[in-house]
Every structure is written in C-alpha cells, then in structure tokens.
C-alpha cells in the first residue's frame, strides 16, 4: 500500500507502507528538502525504519551531490544466494555438525583472519587514491604491505556480527539453497565514517546550515566528492568479493559432509542494499543512493532476507519508476537492538526458531524474529515492486553475534 506526502516546495515522498514511526518519517521530510533531490522525490520501502540522517529502506536520487551518511557505514552490504541440485531428502537429519563446521570456517565477529595477496587482490587496492590525506585514509594504501591493507585482506571472507547470517534453506521444491548476508567489513565502516567526518567539515568550512547535520553533503566537482565515489565504488567490490568468498567456504563445507555430488544450478545472485550508483531516471542521469534497498528492474533478481526463523524471497523486479526501480532489502527492524533483549526473552527465542539449526543464547536475542517486521506483509506493500519467483525457508543458520 503506497503513500505519497508532499509538503509545500518539497519534493514528494513515496512510502509503501502505513507503517511508519514518526522518527523515520521526519527523517524523510529532512531529505525531502534538500534542493538537489531529484525532483521525482524520495521513495521510502515498506521495510523503511529511523537511521543515521537517512531511514534504512530509502531510496535517494540526486543531482549534483551525495550524502555519505545515506550510503552508512556497511557500504556494498547485501546478499548472496545459490540454488543447489540437492533436495531436502539429502541432507543429514541433524545440521549441528554443518553448522559447527561452517562456524570454524568462516570467521564470525569482529575482526578474522583470511589473509589475501595477489594480481587481483592488488588490483582491487589500487583503485583507491593512494593514501590521500585530504580524505584521511593513509590508512588504506595500494600496497598489500600497508598496516591497512593487511587489516583488509585479513577480513576478506568473513561474516561479522549483527544481522549478518549463513543460512540453509530449502524451497518450496524442497530444493536446498545456500544464502549469505554481509558487507564490507571493518574496512567499509572505518570509510564511511571518515568521509561522513569529512562531509560535515565541509558542511561547517562553508557554513551550510542543514535539517540534519548527518545529511551533511559533498557537491559534484570537488575533490572529495571525486574520492568519495571512488572508495565507496572499491568498497562495493570489496564487499562482493567478500561474499563470493565466504560462499565458496560454505559450498566446500557442504561437499565435505554431504556425500552426494551436487551441482550450483543457479547462478549466484548477488545484490547490495547499501550502495550509491549512476543511473538514469525519467530521462535524467542522476545518483542513486539505496540504504536498506536494493534495485528492482524489470527483470533483475533479487534478495530479500526475513529474520532467523522467518521465510526469505527470492525475486524478480517489475521495473517500477517511482521507486527508482527499488525495492526492500528485508523485513526491517521492528526494535532496536537493546529494546528486543529487554522485550524478550532465550524461550522467546526458541520458540520462534524450532525447526532452524542455530544458535539459541542470549547473544543472538536480539536477532529473533519478533524484533523484525513481518516479513510477509512487507511482501504484500511491495507487490507492484517485485514478484515472488522462490519461498525460502531456513534450516540452518550462522550467526556472527
């Protein structure tokens, strides 16, 4: 169910969904006013809740400008998903010994250690500026021998913690598929938040005055909107990379313990949802910034998780023009972290996980998924988004915690 509000010399908001705290909608108003908002306005996903200057489930084009912060933090953060040629029947009755596997081969949390080197390993460090101090990322060099770079290889292949997840799931074939959600690690967050730093330097060197002063901007045709797009462009592919690598991990895991040969019947899909791109909408080509969404052209598959014991779609976009040709990227945070530990309760969580190999403790608590929007109505608010082409449902599940 869409929404449009449009106050007056602001571009419209479309919102699909009525259910909107008014927090998340202020923020929205905010971006509504900025002058180099595509005049098509902001699209908000019905998974859409309160972020850092800009709601998570926004789409933002722009002219002339980009916000940091409306990119985050996890920049490139998004999905994977394959289809495997095993059936349900071929898994083992008990997913423990997978999932303790998985566990030790994928490093989980903070940090992790999967040193890289090599032609395309260096060639993915040399598209960053090298070392540029008017950005503040000596940090982060082209060779692989700088303390930055090594923090970096040393990530490559690992999941995190929060919301990020390896799952088994089955179809409603009963078709075994493997999905994956991650980013770009602690090298994406320490970019981010140095050119968010940076954004609001400028913003204060000019005397910019903003609703927000995390919407804090850079203009086209400045150096650091030129070094902006090139690190978060890096920080995308570092962020692909990453789950390309993690898959590879957990397919390799599945040959181990699964006896039977399988084959990869699909092709990965692998989506961002927090990302900025150039694109062309009604006939313009502007910057199209998706925090918590992913694009949903006509024909283009996509990903879209619910919570842990909670179904996940996989889908097909419609190519729908107001939303930028966007569409969720989740079920959306219903609470936040600290509010669902305090609501609920370890029984809360085993109950709403039975049947789902995981983890059941209090350090995943807030990862149940009561904390989460219902992930079938938001299905619903988006059916002239996406169509439905797979029902997922989790067997298994890692979490970073």
């Known amino acids: 169910m869409k929404q449009v ?15 909107i705290d008014e927090g998340a909608l202020q923020q929205l108003k905010n ?4 002058p180099f908002i595509h005049k098509h306005g902001v699209a908000a996903m019905p998974d859409v809740h309160w972020g850092i200057g800009a709601t998570v489930g926004s789409v933002i084009a722009t002219k002339g400008a980009i916000i940091p912060a409306a990119v985050g933090v996890d920049i490139g953060c998004g999905m994977n998903a394959v289809r495997t040629s095993l059936k349900a029947s071929d898994l083992p009755d008990s997913l423990a010994e997978i999932r303790h596997s998985i566990e030790r081969g994928v490093p989980l949390g903070a940090g992790g250690n999967h040193q890289k080197s090599g032609p395309e390993w260096d060639g993915l460090f040399n598209r960053l500026p090298k070392g540029d101090v008017r950005w503040g990322l000596p940090l982060i060099l082209a060779a692989t021998n700088d303390e930055g770079a090594k923090r970096a290889a040393g990530q490559l292949g690992t999941l995190g913690s929060g919301n990020h997840f390896i799952e088994v799931c089955l179809d409603e074939s009963q078709d075994v598929w493997v999905m994956l959600h991650s980013g770009s690690r602690g090298t994406g967050n320490i970019i981010g938040r140095q050119f968010i730093q940076r954004a609001k330097d400028v913003m204060e060197k000019y005397f910019v005055t903003l609703p927000d002063k995390d919407l804090a901007f850079f203009a086209v045709n400045t150096q650091e909107f030129d070094d902006y797009i090139s690190a ?4 995308q592919d570092y962020a692909a990379e990453n789950r390309r690598v993690m898959m590879e991990e957990v397919i390799r895991n599945l040959r181990h313990h699964i006896k039977k040969p399988f084959d990869l019947t699909t092709e990965a899909i692998n989506c961002h949802h ?18 918590g969404a992913i694009r949903a052209r006509e024909g283009d598959l996509g990903i879209i998780p ?7 779609y996989i889908v ?4 729908n023009a107001e939303s930028y040709h966007s569409c969720a990227h989740g079920a959306g945070r219903k609470f936040g972290r600290k509010e669902a530990k305090r609501r609920f309760t370890v029984a809360d969580l085993e109950a709403q996980t039975q049947g789902v190999e995981c983890r059941k403790d209090a ?8 904390a989460y929007k219902d992930i079938d109505t938001v299905m619903a608010n988006q059916a002239d988004l996406v169509e439905v082409v797979h029902t997922l449902k989790q067997v298994m599940c890692v979490k970073g915690a």
Do not use: F
């Open 31 to 34: 971006i509504a006013k900025l």
């Open 306 to 312: 619910g919570s842990m014991g909670a179904r996940s």
């Open 232 to 235: 978060v462009s890096w920080c």
């Open 363 to 370: 350090e995943v608590l807030d990862e149940l998924p009561a």
């Open 316 to 319: 097909r976009g419609k190519g």
């Open 5 to 19: 509000i449009q106050n007056a010399h602001d571009r419209p908001i479309h919102i699909w969904t009525e259910d």
């Open 274 to 291: 927090n990302y900025v791109e150039k694109e062309n909408h009604y006939g313009e080509n502007v910057y199209v910034t998706r925090k």
